[in-house]
């Protein structure tokens, strides 16, 4: 059945969804995955009816968005068109995502001009205290007045032939909402915040943060952290969208004290999960991504320590660098336990833990790339012996009048001899494996606690560490593969949050079969124990860090790492099928409902 389109007919009144993020078509973290990964499953329900809102900055836009050039008369291509006419610089176009929605992007320096108007007006209007404000702020309310001004032409020219639902993502886009409510403009707001600016900022610095959760006052609290105008924004917002929502339980309790307001939905996250039809194939790739890793293990750990690369087992952590928030702390404590553990029960293993963040750094080290380098230059003359002893030995077996296997050893030139002795023995060093890929800017939380544990590649550790302070991209010259790749590669993925509205990490591992570790004050690993009493039988382990501190909470982990390593080959590979198997659960085909709920409600509640 063909959707009909409101924007283009008037003939029925019809439901239109307009999605608004910052992160639109502009990647900053994981709102982009949530909204990106969403939308064919949005597509589906609501066809034409489905656009996006955006900030426009021309560098991601090049990559991502394709304009369109005519503009019809219809409502959108109308008020887009009147926008333009009062001087606005609107782009529209597709996302050039999977699902290709249709999506508008407001160009913040066309209003830049009236930016002291808005803030003045915020301030008498709603009483949001925005001088001296950083710069994003600034942005964020110039957004916010683009998009009231879209949301309000679009709402006056359609009357009562639509019905008009925007579901405002983050305090970012939310300026609007309480001039969208107190002009009583014709649509209905769903508001779904993804963190709190307060619990985000009290997390990472007050101890035992959620006890004290009903103490804090809000507005002291904001002034404290220089975030006023952030957290009263977030505030109003909560409080004044026809349905407040976030993603998950442990944040609802947040948005409760620190927003004065008990959410009225959770939204679970969700990704586009994509199934392979025999199972084997996701363990093939699993294979070829580790055969990657080991290269750049090799060329990392093999100059100074070689170690059995058949008994290696590769782990991983990743997201923004917030050291304690993330779980970094706990994390390299339970692997300093762990270290000490295996070398007491002589366990003939070793573990590689990647740290996988973002921190200022200089550049690669240009001596974890020369040892790199030099030992492809050792691969290649292996290569160029490997052929040449192929030839000699065809050569050789073709013309044979007997029937003795000829002497290899005589099949090499000494020219290659010497070059592969040469380019070996320059390699070789006593110098331990560097702990950091890059060369930081400074030091930080996890280069002192390796230091302070002394997990520093010493010979004699189970325990390698390898710290990568920059994303993972396929043009990575030390990995050579993009970050989805990278975990597929892995055996298991370890993040025990402190502080985590939803977590996408250990979602992202499950998608690909790997298995993985989160936490209870994770949104994800909350979830997970409310729908799977048996997670870890499917190949998820939740560290408690709701009512243990942080020592007992790091020993419960350096265990679940220490079962995990006395795993054998084939209980792994069973445990990788088992978690591929319950990735569906987490398919936006069937966490859309929550969206569709509240997007409902919305609607009732505006009428
Ligand atoms: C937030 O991004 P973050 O890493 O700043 O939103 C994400 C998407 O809902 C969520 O997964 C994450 O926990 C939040 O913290």
């Not at 489905?50 to 109308?78: M, N, R, V, W």
Request: hydrophobic share 40%; proline share 4%.
């Amino acid at each position: 059945m063909e959707i009909q389109n409101p924007l283009t007919s008037s003939a029925n009144k019809q439901k239109v969804l307009i999605e608004i993020a910052w992160e639109t078509c502009n990647q900053v973290g994981g709102i982009y995955t949530v909204i990106r990964t969403k939308v064919p499953s949005m597509v589906e329900k609501w066809g034409n009816n489905y656009f996006l809102l955006g900030p426009y900055f021309p560098q991601t836009a090049s990559a991502e968005f394709e304009p369109i050039h005519d503009l019809d008369d219809s409502i959108l291509g109308k008020t887009i068109q009147k926008m333009r006419s009062m001087g606005l610089g609107v782009h529209y176009g597709y996302w050039l995502v999977t699902g290709k929605p249709r999506i508008v992007l407001f160009d913040l320096a066309s209003i830049a001009d009236r930016l002291n108007q808005i803030k003045a007006s915020l301030w008498d209007k709603h009483q949001v205290s925005t001088l001296h404000v950083e710069d994003i702020v600034n942005q964020t309310i110039l957004f916010g007045e683009m998009i009231r001004i879209f949301l309000t032409e679009l709402a006056n020219d359609q009357g009562n032939k639509t019905e008009i639902v925007a579901h405002i993502h983050e305090w970012m886009s939310a300026t609007c909402i309480p001039d969208l409510r107190k002009d009583n403009v014709k649509i209905a707001t769903v508001f779904t915040t993804h963190a709190t600016m307060l619990g985000r900022y009290l997390a990472g610095n007050v101890p035992d943060f959620y006890d004290k959760l009903h103490t804090f006052n809000w507005l002291d609290e904001a002034r404290h952290y220089g975030i006023e105008a952030q957290a009263t924004i977030e505030r109003l917002a909560a409080n004044m969208c026809h349905v407040m929502t976030t993603v998950s339980d442990v944040t609802a309790r947040e948005c409760e004290f620190l927003l004065g307001k008990v959410p009225d939905l959770i939204l679970p996250n969700g990704l586009n999960i994509t199934r392979f039809s025999a199972m084997h194939e996701h363990q093939n790739l699993h294979t070829l991504f580790k055969d990657r890793i080991n290269e750049f293990v090799m060329g990392h750990f093999f100059q100074s320590q070689p170690f059995d690369l058949s008994k290696t087992l590769y782990f991983f952590t990743s997201g923004r660098y917030e050291f304690s928030n993330k779980g970094y702390d706990i994390t390299l404590e339970a692997l300093a336990r762990l270290n000490w553990k295996m070398k007491q029960a002589k366990i003939d293993k070793t573990v590689v833990m990647f740290f996988i963040t973002k921190q200022p750094y200089h550049s690669i080290d240009p001596e974890v790339l020369q040892s790199r380098a030099v030992m492809d230059e050792i691969h290649e003359t292996c290569n160029a012996i490997e052929k040449q002893i192929g030839e000699k030995l065809f050569n050789a077996s073709a013309s044979a009048t007997d029937l003795q296997m000829p002497d290899l050893n005589g099949f090499i030139d000494e020219y290659w001899r010497l070059r592969l002795r040469r380019t070996i023995q320059t390699w070789k060093t006593n110098k331990r494996p560097k702990v950091v890929t890059h060369l930081l800017k400074n030091e930080d939380g996890i280069t002192d606690y390796t230091k302070k544990a002394n997990l520093m590649n010493n010979p004699e550790d189970k325990v390698k560490i390898v710290y990568h302070p920059d994303f993972i991209v396929s043009t990575n010259p030390l990995f050579g593969l993009d970050y989805g790749q990278f975990v597929r590669g892995c055996n298991l993925g370890v993040f025990p949050s402190y502080y985590e509205p939803w977590g996408y990490t250990p979602l992202e591992c499950i998608a690909r079969g790997v298995p993985t570790i989160t936490s209870d004050l994770s949104g994800f690993g909350d979830y997970m124990m409310q729908i799977m009493r048996d997670y870890e039988q499917w190949g998820v382990m939740v560290v408690n860090r709701k009512t243990q501190d942080f020592h007992k909470a790091a020993e419960q982990l350096s265990e679940m790492l220490l079962k995990f390593v006395k795993q054998s080959l084939r209980e792994r590979i069973t445990q990788r099928n088992r978690v591929e198997s319950i990735s569906d659960t987490f398919d936006w085909s069937n966490l859309r409902a929550y969206y569709d709920t509240a997007q409902d409600l919305a609607l009732k509640r505006r009428k």
